[in-house]
């Protein structure tokens, strides 16, 4: 198939660069709503500009996720600073953010967790980006706002919600292929809202199907073939201009089928994971004065895993199912100019089903929390909030958090925050035994296992950008202490593999420097850098952190020319110092993207891109081959 379309795909590369456009003005519309700061809302609950709030977050909008050519969450999360993605349990991808390890970052869609997925993780591969409206992403502990799981930060996919007053509609239609052999890949997906005053709706889809591919020509295969269906949607009924209510949901389908070195067999696997959610929300202001926010929502996943020749050992035979329900509220209260508070609380039930290992584990969680938002002199900025969790398995705690802001003039602002956070075991720790890279290494559970806390320092120096005239700058460095750190022990080790064990370890620790900056310069031009540099520690054995990179640095520049039409981007990522929790080293590698996209008329634009383009495949890491694609895009 590569060689079928790389001549076409150059062709339109080429084209795209010489010819003119249409949209001069629509292009000079975009460019200037970049210099707008964005609004975020999971550093504090609040609706403030990013400029302003007193934590380390970054944005990642709709637009950033289109010209990556980024398919899903995992994709789209590549080049963001301070934040890896693991491949745990077989292929599933979830982020680490400073070096903390994927279970202690926190996922989030429109503010509700996800349900477990597998082996209790859930796989940010699988979340398509059809409907994402930003992706914020907020580094550092948050357990003060969001509970368990928080220590390392949290991820919050924002989704497009119904319009107000004019419809909106968009359609995209892409197709590429790995430049080696296989990797065929086709995917349709589209939105459309309107608004029927009081009601107003967003229906969203995509299919999304990949042949699998052999890069190493090794068995067994390096890509597995998949096939994804996803459909989502939210309704609101506006009462008046103060109360809405809001409905809506998703279900993913999403079938993975590949070969697997099970236990030093060749083993043909086939999953399907479903996975759906539901949620009823309400909000209303009261006075000019109070918000109040109550949501109910229900998530479930579920995996059937069939192998090819069968399998005798039950934990190959097991099939997952998770359930989520939460309840919470919370109340938003402006005391006066310079005070804001939040008062809320949240009850939740966690359910695993019953397999042919375990049987059924429920847990559930109380939780109250408050925040004080204060202002002085329009200058100094004080966040404040603690929070009270009680889990049914491991008892109470107590997550206090605080964080400030300061205007030094108008241009910089000092930042500094303390976070104190935890997380409990899953139960894939505490009970069952599960096996990694292809089925080579065997992770035992522990029952005995007990919460591992956290506390967390940074401190930094940011830019401001509304008066910046183009240049946008922020340092930070972090410190982050974790006890009772849930790790992998090294057991025994042979050619065939490993033997781990899952243990508290008296002391994990994590510190370094996170750098991100971006600068536009005239006639369209933009360049960004972002890098962290860390140090992490597992404190029994002196070793560095399993699969946390010492480095990571991204280099990216965009071309947005007005009066042609034509946008281009380039994007240079790289992670150096990695080794694999016992002191070996794993490779280096890097990543280069290319996208150039050309508005052929009103609201259509066609666009081709390349991944990997040095067709990067380091044996320690799942990697796709050196990728090209081609597609069209309709906007209303």
Avoid at 121 to 132: L, Y
Avoid at 185 to 203: M, W
Wanted: net charge negative; hydrophobic share 35%.
């Amino acid at each position: 198939m590569y060689r079928l379309i790389k001549w076409p795909i150059a062709a339109l590369m080429l084209s795209l660069v010489l010819s003119p456009g249409l949209t001069a003005a629509q292009d000079k519309k975009e460019i200037e709503a970049k210099k707008t700061q964005p609004v975020v809302v999971t550093a504090t609950l609040e609706k403030e500009g990013i400029f302003k709030v007193p934590s380390t977050v970054q944005v990642i909008d709709r637009t950033q996720i289109h010209e990556m050519g980024a398919d899903t969450v995992t994709q789209a999360l590549q080049e963001a600073v301070g934040l890896i993605i693991e491949t745990e349990s077989g292929r599933v991808q979830q982020p680490s953010i400073r070096g903390t390890g994927a279970m202690r970052t926190l996922v989030l869609i429109d503010g509700r967790r996800l349900a477990p997925g597998y082996r209790g993780v859930s796989d940010i591969n699988q979340i398509p980006t059809t409907s994402i409206e930003r992706i914020e992403v907020v580094r550092g502990p948050s357990s003060a706002l969001y509970g368990s799981d928080a220590l390392g930060g949290v991820i919050n996919i924002i989704t497009i919600k119904p319009p107000k007053g004019k419809p909106v509609a968009n359609a995209d239609f892409k197709v590429g292929t790995n430049t080696g052999s296989g990797g065929n890949t086709v995917l349709p997906q589209a939105y459309g809202g309107a608004d029927f005053d009081p009601f107003r709706f967003i229906l969203g889809g995509s299919y999304r199907s990949r042949d699998g591919w052999e890069h190493d020509n090794v068995l067994p295969d390096d890509g597995d073939d998949l096939k994804q269906q996803y459909i989502s949607g939210q309704g609101s009924i506006d009462i008046n201009k103060n109360n809405t209510i809001s409905f809506g949901g998703y279900y993913n389908h999403f079938e993975r089928s590949g070969q697997r070195d099970l236990q030093n067999k060749l083993t043909q696997r086939d999953a399907t994971n479903k996975s759906n959610e539901l949620f009823l929300r309400y909000e209303g202001s009261f006075a000019d004065r109070f918000d109040v926010m109550v949501q109910a929502y229900h998530t479930e996943y579920k995996i059937d895993i069939d192998l090819n020749p069968a399998s005798t050992d039950p934990y190959f035979l097991t099939n997952e199912k998770y359930k989520l329900t939460q309840y919470e509220g919370r109340v938003t209260a402006k005391i006066n100019n310079m005070a804001t508070a939040i008062f809320g609380a949240e009850y939740r039930d966690d359910v695993r089903g019953s397999d042919s290992l375990n049987p059924e584990y429920d847990t559930n969680n109380k939780a109250g929390f408050g925040q004080i938002d204060l202002m002085f002199f329009q200058r100094l900025n004080v966040v404040a909030g603690v929070r009270w969790d009680e889990h049914s398995e491991f008892g109470s705690e107590w997550s206090p958090r605080i964080a400030a802001s300061l205007d030094i003039n108008q241009y910089l602002r000092l930042k500094g925050s303390y976070g104190h956070g935890f997380r409990a075991p899953i139960p894939y720790e505490l009970y069952v035994t599960s096996y990694k890279r292809r089925g080579k290494d065997v992770y035992q559970a522990n029952s005995e296992l007990q919460p591992e806390t956290s506390n967390s320092f940074e401190v930094g120096v940011q830019s401001n950008l509304d008066v910046a005239r183009g240049l946008d700058m922020e340092l930070t460095y972090f410190y982050i202490d974790i006890d009772d750190m849930i790790e992998p022990v090294l057991k025994s080790s042979s050619k065939k593999g490993s033997t781990y064990k899952y243990e508290n370890i008296s002391e994990g620790q994590s510190s370094g420097v996170e750098f991100l900056g971006r600068i536009r310069l005239p006639q369209g031009f933009s360049f960004g850098a972002g890098a962290s540099y860390m140090k992490t520690e597992n404190k029994d054995t002196g070793h560095q952190l399993a699969d946390q990179p010492e480095f990571k640095g991204n280099l990216n520049g965009e071309w947005h020319l007005a009066s042609w039409g034509l946008r281009a981007r380039l994007s240079y990522t790289w992670y150096a110092g990695i080794e694999d929790g016992s002191g070996n080293s794993l490779e280096d590698y890097s990543l280069l993207d290319a996208w150039v996209g050309k508005d052929l008329v009103h609201d259509l634009q066609v666009y081709a891109g390349m991944k990997n383009i040095l067709d990067e495949d380091p044996a320690d890491y799942s990697i796709q081959p050196s990728f090209v694609y081609v597609g069209l895009k309709w906007t209303y």
